[in-house]
């Protein structure tokens, strides 16, 4: 958004609105444990009442809309892809093989760090933290369940694994917009974020480890009923497995997101009828539609396998579009760039510079709730502070990563914190402290910049 497009109000406008969003959000999440909609709601009537004040326009209000669902539109229609695809992918025995697969692999002792590391790599290999929760995330849930943890823990570990994959990912969108808004190399970029994400490993892969015991009510008689369930109700096999080697390995391609996950949709759809040619098209719709119905006889591990379908997505999608309008009215309002300013004038060494990027980035996913607009506008408002500072742009661009990317999850609103919330099936409260690599990499960063390890000079450019 232009800023010639933007209100210019003052610094005590946009905190006492700001604050007054965040008390209306936080009483209502922690007080009266409400859905995060109505206070979003409330949110963008106090926004709107503001823009009215302030003798804006209703046409102002509504383009303020239209320009914060903009920015929506592909998540949004992603949200409805993936619960197509789960619903798919477990009616065609795909998840369940995978679940079926690693029950008989990994230990109850290692499962947690195995849940992390495996991820982890598989984030990292396709660059999508969201492919990656709702394909082998939701089959670790499962697991994680049938053992006995707390689904939270899980979650906590799947989460962690897969946003470092995100973030370390050559061919993940945030990587890709991080190093072009500092206009750093990609690959030296990646090498550089090592820096945060080799510590916040090796401490998470510790934490996992400790924390990786089932709790007292863990019915191993369970996890060993599983994989004989979902053998004897024909729900595995390994040519089930086809739909998601197809789909990674358009991934690791960098074929867009929304054509991944229509084929590996299509291929489910095609594994379904030649497995299991009693479908019918009834059946197959009404998956598609509202997820898969698992009918094995066993309460608990049905409860596991039903999951999926367009309409287990649409809690999610009413949410972020909340949360896109309250984004949109916030910056149309010139919010965001007054708290911006204000911030920016706190900065008098290097570690406050560092402290100051970080804070701009989570309070931008805090409050818009959207992780490409934490890295943009973060970026773009720190860009020639860190050039005033003789900084590298690298320590920037890494920055925009260990507070923007990694943050969105840990918001209960947030458009990531929404969907794992949906495909997971566990609140974003509940796993948030046990998300570890989310929260510790922008403390890492701070960390870093008060001390100085790791912050480099900008390069001076050579004089022919």
């Known amino acids: 958004m232009d800023q010639h497009d933007q209100l210019n109000i003052s610094r005590i406008e946009a905190l006492s609105i700001i604050g007054l969003i ?18 979003i709601f409330t949110a963008i009537v106090v926004l709107m009442g503001f823009a009215l004040v302030k003798k804006q326009s209703w046409s102002f209000i509504e383009n303020a809309l239209k320009r914060g669902l903009k920015e929506g539109l592909i998540p949004i229609f992603l949200f409805i892809l993936i619960g197509i695809l789960i619903g798919v992918w477990m009616l065609s025995g795909t998840i369940p093989t995978f679940i079926f697969y690693g029950s008989q692999i990994i230990s109850a002792k290692f499962f947690l760090p195995s849940a992390f590391i495996v991820t982890a790599v598989i984030g990292t290999c396709i660059g999508s933290a969201f492919t990656t929760a709702s394909t082998i995330g939701v089959a670790f849930i499962a697991l994680g369940t049938a053992m006995g943890f707390n689904p939270a823990i899980v979650a906590g570990a799947i989460i962690s694994g897969a946003f470092l994959g995100d973030k370390m990912s050559p061919v993940s969108d945030t990587t890709n917009i991080a190093s072009a808004i500092g206009k750093v190399d990609l690959f030296e970029h990646i090498r550089d974020m090592l820096w945060t994400t080799i510590p916040a490993f090796v401490l998470c892969l510790i934490l996992f480890t400790v924390m990786g015991k089932p709790g007292e ?38 074929v867009p997101a929304i054509f991944v996950m229509m084929v590996g949709i299509i291929a489910g759809i095609v594994v379904a009828f030649s497995l299991q040619p009693s479908i019918s098209i009834n059946q197959l719709m009404d998956v598609m539609q509202n997820g898969y119905a698992s009918q094995t006889g066993e309460e608990s591990i049905d409860s596991i396998l039903s999951r999926g379908g367009i309409q287990s997505m649409m809690w999610s999608v009413s949410l972020v579009l909340l949360t896109l309008i309250m984004g949109g009215l916030i910056q149309k309002l010139g919010i965001i760039a007054s708290l911006m300013s204000m911030l920016q004038s706190f900065i008098t060494s290097t570690g406050k510079l560092i402290l100051s990027t970080v804070a701009t980035a989570i309070g931008v996913n805090i409050t818009i709730g959207e ?8 970026g773009h408002a720190y860009e020639k502070e860190f050039v005033k500072n003789d900084i590298s742009s690298k320590n920037l661009a890494r920055i925009l990563e260990d507070a923007g990317t990694v943050i969105n999850p840990l918001i209960p609103y947030g458009v990531s914190g929404v969907f794992m919330t949906s495909v997971l099936g566990v609140e974003v409260l509940d796993y948030l402290p046990y998300a570890f690599f989310c929260l510790l990499c922008p403390l890492l960063s701070i960390f870093y910049g008060f001390t100085g390890i790791s912050i480099y000079k900008r390069e001076k450019p050579e004089v022919s």
């Not at 965040?22 to 206070?39: D, G, N, Q, T, V």
């Not at 992780?371 to 973060?378: D, H, K």
């Open 22 to 39: 965040f008390i209306i959000i936080f009483i209502s999440l922690f007080k009266f444990e409400a859905s995060p909609h109505i206070p």
């Open 217 to 254: 009510n863990s019915s191993l008689e369970e996890l060993s009923l599983l994989p004989q369930t979902l053998e004897n109700a024909g729900l595995t096999h390994p040519f089930a497995l086809l739909p998601a080697v197809i789909m990674f390995g358009l991934a690791v391609k960098r």
């Open 371 to 378: 992780q490409y607009m934490s890295i943009i506008l973060t």
